[in-house]
């Protein structure tokens, strides 16, 4: 099962279907009536199919589901009201995986239906829903990384399982020892670009050429890493000038054309995710001793933009 089948959702649960998996997809109209019509089309990196996944539109209904696997997709504000839809599963229950932006979905997933079910994932390939019932895969840095929070031989058993499967299906994946390391990666990652891209309307490629916003991308990332190290992030670069050429030759190069989904989300009057991930690293450089200033500068801007925008459409005061 799929909980939040947005564009990352629908990419693995369609893909598992047409790989001969029994998925129910669980996310909103008028999405799921156009898949439970015609079937999901996906286009894009992963190649071009249509499938046909089981659909629905509430947790509350699917928690009676026989599954082996519920993975959660939705944005991580909303992981706290899904866990405690999922704490309340009927029947033996399955692994629980977060295959979501940001810092603290695990350690809520884990607090509701219990450490010893959750696995988490790196996800860093960009989709979009063009319209209902499609879902196009734009770019891919790096496969998808399952495993669990610490290192687990059971979990990482089921995480080898369910990777082999998600990779077998179209989309890049494999498991790791500990997925720790990489959310804090993918969080580095996008600290910078996602606000700035969303902030100035900028592709990835366009924010990192900037001669202005350049000097910003690096030190919210430089700020990130050593909030990381600090707090046990156990990152596999020597120091954060190290990271940044591996930010920058390795990670942006695939995804240069890409426009963040927190730039999505403003456009589409929806609350950005920029709490947990700049915002993540804000509160935890706060716990530890170190300043992060630019990451919280990005952050109320981000906030500001959301006030301003849900003023002129008749919502919210700035």
């Not at 993975?71 to 999922?86: P, Q, W």
């Not at 350049?214 to 050593?226: K, S, T, V």
Request: aromatic content about 4%; hydrophobic content about 50%; glycine content about 12%.
């Amino acid at each position: 099962m799929v909980a939040g089948a947005g564009a990352v959702g629908s990419v693995i649960g369609g893909l598992l279907a047409g790989a001969g998996h029994d998925v129910l997809l669980v996310g909103r109209e008028p999405h799921m009536a156009a898949i439970a019509r015609a079937g999901l089309a996906v286009t894009g990196l992963f190649g071009n199919r249509r499938t046909r996944p089981r659909t629905g539109t509430s947790l509350a209904e699917a928690r009676g589901e026989a599954a082996d696997f519920v993975l959660v997709t939705v944005k991580s504000h909303a992981t706290a009201a899904v866990a405690r839809e999922l704490a309340a599963w009927d029947g033996p229950r399955p692994c629980f995986v977060s295959m979501q932006n940001g810092l603290g979905n695990l350690e809520l997933l884990a607090d509701a239906v219990g450490g010893e079910r959750v696995l988490g994932a790196r996800v860093i390939f960009g989709a979009l829903i063009p319209e209902p019932g499609t879902v196009h895969v734009t770019v891919c840095a790096q496969p998808v990384a399952i495993g669990p929070a610490a290192p687990d031989p059971a979990l990482a058993a089921t995480a080898g399982a369910l990777a082999a499967a998600i990779h077998a299906a179209g989309v890049p994946c494999e498991a790791v020892e500990t997925v720790t390391p990489l959310l804090w990666e993918k969080v580095l990652y996008n600290c910078g670009l996602n606000p700035l891209g969303a902030l100035h309307g900028l592709t990835y490629g366009e924010v990192a050429a900037s001669a202005t916003l350049r000097p910003l991308l690096d030190a919210a990332i430089d700020e990130g890493f050593a909030v990381a190290q600090r707090a046990g992030g156990a990152l596999p670069w020597a120091d954060a000038a190290a990271f940044r050429r591996y930010f920058h030759e390795v990670l942006l190069p695939p995804t240069r054309a890409h426009r963040s989904s927190m730039r999505q989300d403003l456009e589409a009057g929806r609350r950005t995710e920029v709490e947990s991930i700049g915002g993540a690293i804000v509160r935890a450089g706060e716990c530890v001793g170190v300043p992060t200033p630019v990451n919280a500068m990005l952050v109320e801007q981000v906030h500001a933009a959301e006030r301003l925008r849900d003023f002129r459409m008749g919502g919210a005061s700035v």
